[in-house]
């Protein structure tokens, strides 16, 4: 809880229902385009996070066929697409992508799962 306090002001928690989801997000201050999680899909195996991707704006925010899976102490966000395939994998530059990593490395519960690679 300690890492959402230090966030920007412009980065919102949002609770939104989108297909039946509760959902996380983070959002740009500037353009309100929306990086979120499922409120109840985050799993867990040490430092690393992991989710299916939402994303969107103010006005309608859909799943996308991405996981993100973070590297909470070096703060890496990883996608991988339906396959399992990193396509990306990088420290965000963006202060919408730092602003999710944070609030996924924040969130409260997570599943355990022993399975989610930590490399």
Same mark, same amino acid.
């Given at each position: 809880?300690?890492?959402?306090?230090?966030?920007?002001?412009?980065?919102?928690?949002?609770?939104?229902?989108?297909?039946?989801?509760?959902?996380?997000?983070?959002?740009?201050?500037?353009?309100?385009?929306?990086?979120?999680?499922?409120?109840? @899909? *985050?799993?867990?195996?040490? #430092?690393?996070?992991? =989710?299916? +991707?939402?994303?969107?704006?103010?006005?309608?925010?859909?799943?996308?066929?991405?996981?993100?899976?973070?590297?909470?102490?070096?703060?890496?966000?990883?996608?991988?697409?339906?396959? @399992? *395939?990193?396509?990306?994998? #990088?420290?965000?530059? =963006?202060? +919408?992508?730092?602003?999710?990593?944070?609030?996924?490395?924040?969130?409260?519960?997570?599943?355990?799962?022993?399975?989610?690679?930590?490399?």
């Amino acid at each position: 809880m300690k890492a959402l306090a230090a966030l920007p002001a412009f980065a919102l928690l949002l609770a939104t229902d989108a297909m039946a989801q509760n959902l996380v997000c983070a959002q740009d201050g500037t353009t309100f385009k929306q990086m979120c999680f499922a409120k109840n @899909g *985050v799993r867990s195996n040490g #430092n690393v996070r992991s =989710a299916k +991707l939402y994303q969107g704006g103010p006005k309608n925010v859909t799943e996308t066929t991405y996981t993100a899976r973070v590297h909470c102490v070096s703060g890496v966000l990883e996608l991988t697409d339906r396959q @399992g *395939v990193a396509f990306a994998r #990088n420290r965000p530059e =963006a202060q +919408l992508g730092k602003d999710f990593v944070n609030i996924l490395c924040g969130h409260s519960p997570t599943k355990n799962d022993p399975k989610l690679a930590t490399n």
